[in-house]
């Protein structure tokens, strides 16, 4: 992760670069918003027009010029309506250029991930990847729809008057966009001045989001021990600090921002030009019709810059979504063997060598292991938890590739053998049952999606869970987590179907029976023996009577195997594993349980 | 979406009310200092300075008055922002701290986090970004609309009446985005839910499905991108018609005004007729504003709603003086539950009564109902019909202090607090002592973890106890159980036994209260069972059978067939390769 680091570029760069592919469309965009946000501006030019005509024509002159009047009003609303079609034009192609960018972006994430080291998704929460996928990307929302055609807009609005006010008359120009410059004067004080608290701000920030996550989700504790004073008061104490922290960061801020903001208000910008403008009329250096043009354009200026200084809040969140996403863009993914490098296994057995492994680098979990799968043996792992047993069944699986050391299958190392080949020779049956919100007939033949019905219903009936799916509403055709309801149990069954449908030679199982009841895992159990006849087996138990015939048990102790042997061998051994064994009180249990049957 | 606002702010509404009153009052002031406009540049182009210089000392006091209205409202909006920030904050955690432990899904906490973190944000910056302008906007054009009727009444009348038909189509357009807003969320949370399913079935999905993993997510993200694009011709739609809208009464009054100038003979009327285009030049610009705020509105609404969700979830009723509890004893009368109404009943008629003191395991397929039940009797719902008793009252006549004091879980997520295992386990007894908390810790097996670790009793768990296997985590929880000596345990086994250490230490705690403490145990383990006093096999939510283990044993129903399962399930070996073993169930 250390080369993400280096990596990550600055805020600006993430943007450009994740906007890339639609950088042509968000620039037309702006461009047509601003043209038109120009054009929509003529009918005010228009007034000022008209005035003058009117005006200079006197009493006299009015029907001729009735004509240009009319001329000139007819060439507004044209200008207007045409600005009006600019700028909607603007928009929806940023709106389409946006869900494009959403798409090809969440596309692109997601054929990133699916070659990331499996290990990369245990160490997340699945809600990180939603909130990247779905939360930073709606994020840019704000950005690619919203901010290029809006700055647009505002830029050209406040560009064209500018240049029309300067035509007039420059030097009322000047007085006219004099209140201008002093809201950005005001506005670099301000964020001056938020820069220095910033780092105070966010440290509090930060420090309410842990305090907020701590009551959420300790609250339902606290309440069951009747102690809800106690996370309450260290949340109420958090909130009350953080607004605290808030009123200190934003008090330099208000009298500023609202001096800014009462600068600009079309009040204050008329009422200067009105002031002025009758100071320069009264001097002679400018006729009265003069003044209209500043009077109808000028107080106008306020609000588009108002609405580009409110924008940049969204730049703000949107730089960092984008710098997130670019990050995730850039996760190192498993390397998979050129074609050139790739071998095919040229048998069932599997090594592993000297192999170490951690998380992190600082905490070994598995240390110098070295061990050997016979084809058609049972090899049962145990351990106390923490011991690194599943850890070492998914480097079997290559969720990661190990740091020292290596495993190969059929003299293979599993860095040179195609991810297709490597689980199409190993499957697996894990504690976490996964289901696809699909049908059950999917969720079967996941593997091999042209299996046809028959075989389906024989991987089910090998999972004993055929009847089962018959019971569903929709049967085989039923949807898991819609009309498909199944125990925790059953859904173990329906991922042994997977498994059997697929037929591997070799099969890990990880703690298959844990946490189902009674029913379930004399099914599964059944189910599993059937199934594991004649393969290659990995077991990790966290029951030792389970795999008390296996051909070989491997116990681990802290990322070491300390012992290895057979059932027989390690209970005269007296050691870890006989300790182990009297804490199960295997044989107590039969003993209790016996005179009941 | 105001009400909601006024009931986030619960006694600070007066601070809000206050905003909103100095918004409307700087919004009128705003119109009237325009106003001063037509007399100005009357008599400016009439030629007549010193006239104007006198109407612009007022124009000069007014701008004055609005600048320092402007400073106020600015602060007042701030103001709203921190009540909402604080006041805000506080009254959700009161009304949260309130709900019972049923509310407490992965689903509800999710949103309570992002509403109390980044939707108070979002809210609390409204005021001073959105509603300032938004209020001030729709204020100032009333104001003029008074000025137009004194230069030229029918200019005021089209004027008048475009106000009430453009908030018609802002709030028709804003109803007719949100339709296609509610699909487009619908469809954002089923690609949502393919998102996070992508990421914890990633193992499964890559490993079945060969080269191609991502078949389902893309399908998910491709009708996202459809939903997105309806959504976005509606909103266009609605953007649209309120801007071009806007702009036809902009039109409408330019070419009133032409008409009228037609009719112009004097000079004076042609100056009325240019001064009222200045004014309906500022009627209509602060109502582009508000037109251009119409998809900000939306976005707060969807906060504010999400707000309101969590606000209309109700607590348990509570009395003020609840009545103490008399003994352990638990007693369930004719119970009735199903999670919401036209769910499926999940218990159907259920009575019992457990003796103080007695083990009584409860036992049935999943979904028979055990964990609803156990639930109940710590009110984490209330019964839909019937009543539930634990030492001789009924838990609605109980404090919620009262029936927890009376109560220990070892069942609840294990979430651990910032804070040493010793902070932690202490939490089911504040003031327990070290050698307490060293006993409570020994029981549930922490020992082990404790000489393992450098600082022993006191080293930081982490946040949410992260510094910690989960099996670790489930082990000091059950020492913050047994610490906290309650009349009455219930256990479920079959979530807390993560390994053999933690069913171990459940077996040693159940064998160590036996007969001390009324213990109910939904149990996984047989040696659990023959263990106690009663058992209660459950099934589709009723009670089928009830005894001692030796009276069902004998009985031939359920529990027997269950216990020939369990036995065979527990006889299951793994069997070597050679040779096959008879053992083996096949």
């Known amino acids: 992760m250390s080369n993400q680091d280096a990596s990550l570029p600055n805020g600006r760069a993430a943007v450009s670069q994740v906007l890339h592919p639609i950088r042509g469309r968000l620039t037309l965009a702006a461009l047509l918003a601003g043209l038109g946000s120009m054009l929509a501006l003529v009918p005010l030019a228009a007034i000022a027009h008209i005035a003058n005509i009117a ?147 966010v440290s509090r920030l930060t420090r309410i989001n842990t305090a907020v996550v701590e009551f959420v989700h300790g609250i339902p504790v606290v309440k069951a021990f009747g102690a809800t004073g106690k996370a309450h008061d260290s949340y109420r104490e958090a909130v009350d600090e953080f607004s605290a922290a808030f009123t200190a960061f934003t008090r330099p801020l208000v009298g500023t921002m609202a001096n800014a903001n009462a600068m600009i208000a079309p009040v204050a910008v008329l009422g200067v030009v009105l002031v002025f403008g009758t100071l320069l009329v009264s001097l002679g250096w400018i006729s009265a019709l003069q003044v209209l043009p500043f009077a109808i354009v000028a107080p106008g200026i ?201 037929d591997p030679p070799l099969l890990v199982l990880d703690e298959a029976t844990a946490a189902v009841d009674a029913s379930s895992e004399l099914a599964i159990a059944q189910a599993l023996s059937a199934f594991a006849q004649g393969c290659t087996l990995l077991v990790i138990a966290h029951r030792l009577d389970t795999v008390m015939h296996a051909d070989q048990i491997i116990v681990l102790e802290q990322g070491r195997i300390i012992e290895q042997g057979k059932h027989a061998q390690l209970l005269a051994l007296g050691g870890r594993y006989a300790r182990l064994w009297a804490l199960g009180a295997y044989g107590q249990t039969s003993e209790q349980a016996l005179p009941t049957c | 979406m105001l009400k909601t606002f006024i009931r986030l702010l619960g006694d600070d509404a007066r601070v809000f009310r206050r905003y909103l009153s100095m918004a409307i009052g700087y919004g009128l002031l705003c119109g009237l200092s325009i106003c001063t406009l037509a007399p100005v540049l009357s008599a400016l182009l009439a030629g007549d300075t010193a006239a104007a210089a006198q109407w612009l000392v007022l124009l000069v006091l007014s701008m004055a008055v609005c600048w320092a209205m402007r400073r106020r409202l600015d602060k007042a909006g701030v103001a709203v922002g921190v009540a909402v920030l604080q006041g805000g904050r506080q009254r959700i955690g009161d009304h949260v701290a309130r709900l019972p432990l049923g509310w407490f899904t992965p689903e509800n906490t999710a949103r309570l986090n992002h509403v109390v973190t980044q939707g108070m944000m979002a809210v609390a910056q409204l005021p001073a970004h959105v509603f300032t302008p938004v209020v001030s906007g729709a204020v100032t054009p009333l104001v003029l609309v008074v000025a137009l009727f004194m230069l030229h009444w029918p200019l005021a009348v089209i004027a008048l009446l475009a106000l009430p038909l453009l908030a018609w189509v802002q709030v028709y357009s804003a109803r007719l985005g949100r339709r296609a807003d509610q699909a487009y969320q619908r469809s954002a949370a089923e690609a949502s839910q393919r998102m996070v399913e992508f990421a914890q079935a990633q193992a499964v999905l890559r490993a079945f499905t060969g080269g191609n993993s991502t078949r389902f997510l893309q399908q998910a993200i491709d009708q996202q991108h459809a939903a997105a694009s309806r959504l976005i011709r509606m909103s266009a739609t609605s953007a649209v018609l309120n801007l071009w809208l806007v702009q036809a009464v902009f039109a409408a009054l330019l070419i009133a005004a032409l008409v009228w100038m037609e009719g112009a003979l004097t000079q004076a009327s042609v100056i009325a007729v240019c001064v009222a285009l200045l004014l309906v030049n500022r009627f209509i610009e602060p109502l582009l504003e508000v037109a251009g705020y119409g998809e900000t509105l939306r976005g707060a609404g969807v906060q504010l709603e999400a707000v309101a969700e969590i606000l209309a979830a109700q607590p348990l009723a509570e009395p003020v003086v609840g009545q103490a509890p008399v003994d352990a004893s638990v007693e369930l009368t004719d119970v009735h539950f199903s999670y919401g109404a036209g769910r499926p009943e999940v218990l159907q008629g259920v009575s019992l009564r457990l003796e103080p003191g007695s083990m009584t395991a409860l036992v049935g397929a999943s979904g028979s109902g055990k964990t609803t039940l156990v639930r109940l009797i710590a009110r984490f719902f209330d019964a839909s019909a019937g009543s539930v008793r634990v030492g001789g009252v009924d838990v609605r006549q109980m404090t919620a202090e009262q029936l927890a004091a009376q109560i220990s879980q070892i069942f609840q997520d294990t979430y651990l607090f910032q804070g040493s295992i010793a902070d932690n386990i202490r939490l089911g007894k504040p003031g327990a002592s070290t050698a307490q908390v060293l006993e409570a810790a020994c029981q549930a097996g922490v020992d082990e973890i404790i000489e393992r670790l450098p600082q022993g009793l006191w080293t930081p768990v982490g946040e949410g106890g992260a510094r910690l296997s989960g099996g670790e985590r489930q082990r000091i929880a059950i020492a913050r159980a047994l610490i906290k000596d309650s009349p009455i345990l219930l256990v479920d086994e079959a979530t807390a036994a993560l390994d053999a250490q933690n069913q171990a230490a459940i077996s040693q705690t159940l064998a160590h209260l036996r007969g001390k403490r009324t213990l109910i145990v939904i149990a996984h383990q047989l040696s659990t069972v023959v263990m106690a006093d009663q058992v209660l096999v459950l099934d589709q939510g009723r009670i089928v059978e009830q005894g001692t283990p030796a009276q069902l044993a004998e009985a031939q129903g359920r529990y027997a067939h269950y216990l020939a399962q369990r036995q065979a399930a527990k006889g299951w070996r793994i069997a070597a390769a050679q040779p096959v073993d008879e053992q083996g169930l096949t």
């Open chain 1, 302 to 502: 306020s609000a588009p810059l108002m609405l580009l200084s409110y924008i940049t809040h969204d730049l703000n969140n949107a730089t960092g979504a984008a710098q997130r996403l670019h990050a995730l863009l850039a996760t190192p993914v498993l390397e998979q063997p050129a074609p050139e490098q790739q071998q095919l296994p040229s048998d069932g057995q599997v090594y592993v060598e000297h192999l170490s492994y951690g998380y992190d680098p600082q905490q070994p979990v598995l240390i110098d292991i070295n061990l050997r799968l016979a084809p058609g043996t049972v090899t049962a792992i145990v351990g106390a938890s923490g011991s690194g047993k599943s850890t070492l069944a998914r480097l079997l699986l290559r969720f990661f590739d190990p740091d020292q050391g290596r495993i190969t299958l059929g003299g293979v190392d599993l860095r040179h053998l195609d991810s297709r080949e490597l689980y199409r020779r190993i499957g697996f049956v894990l504690q976490e049952v996964r289901l696809i919100h699909a049908s059950i007939s999917e969720n079967i033949a996941l593997g091999r999606p042209d299996a046809s019905q028959q075989e389906i219903e024989a991987a089910a009936r090998a999972a004993n869970i055929h009847d089962c799916i018959l019971r569903l509403p929709r049967g085989y055709q039923s949807v898991f987590g819609e009309d498909a309801q199944l125990s925790g149990g059953e859904q173990q069954r329906v991922s042994i179907a997977r498994a059997v449908l697929l």
């Open chain 1, 55 to 201: 005006l200079g024509a006197g009493e006299s002159g009015w029907s001729q010029a009735r004509g240009e009047v009319a001329w000139a009003v007819g060439a507004s609303l044209a200008c207007l309506l045409l600005g009006l079609l600019l700028m909607s034009v603007g928009e929806a192609i940023a709106h389409l250029a946006d869900n494009h960018i959403t798409r090809h972006l969440r596309l692109a994430i997601t054929a990133r991930l699916a070659q990331v080291p499996l290990g990369w998704f245990s160490a997340r929460a699945s809600g990180e990847v939603k909130q990247a996928m779905q939360d930073d990307i709606g994020t840019l929302h704000s950005l690619t729809a919203h901010f290029y055609t809006t700055a647009g807009r505002c830029v050209g609005a406040i560009l064209i008057s500018a240049l029309y006010l300067f035509a007039i008359d420059w030097r009322m120009a000047i007085i006219a966009l004099l209140p201008f410059p002093g809201f950005f004067l005001f506005f670099a004080k301000a964020t001056k001045a938020s820069g220095a608290n910033m780092q105070d701000f």
